[in-house]
């Protein structure tokens, strides 16, 4: 599978640290996904809205764990490398 992501936007916040989009065999863009420093390390939050309960729900995901991990690895690899342009 071809991932190529690409860093949108860099946030100067104390959690949220960029915005991302990943581009799936040239077919499929999947846009705003958050690079967000937690507790336990960055980590990469796929898009989501909030219910009108106030949950926040996932509007895309991965189904496997192999996914999950290539979309994390191809996001935080991006932004990486922005970083080091900037």
């Known amino acids: 599978m071809k991932l ?3 860093i949108s936007a860099i ?3 104390e959690k949220l640290k960029a ?3 990943v581009c ?3 077919s499929l863009l999947i846009k705003g996904i958050k690079i967000i420093d937690g507790k336990h390390g960055r980590f990469v939050a796929m898009p989501c809205r909030k219910t009108k309960n106030g949950e926040f729900k ?3 995901f991965p189904i496997t764990a192999e996914l999950r991990n290539e ?3 191809a996001v935080l690899e991006a932004y990486s490398k922005k970083l080091e342009e900037m």
């Open 4 to 6: 190529e992501a690409r």
């Open 11 to 13: 946030i100067a916040d």
């Open 19 to 21: 915005y991302a989009s």
């Open 24 to 26: 799936v065999n040239d």
């Open 58 to 60: 996932d509007i895309t």
């Open 71 to 73: 979309v994390e690895q």
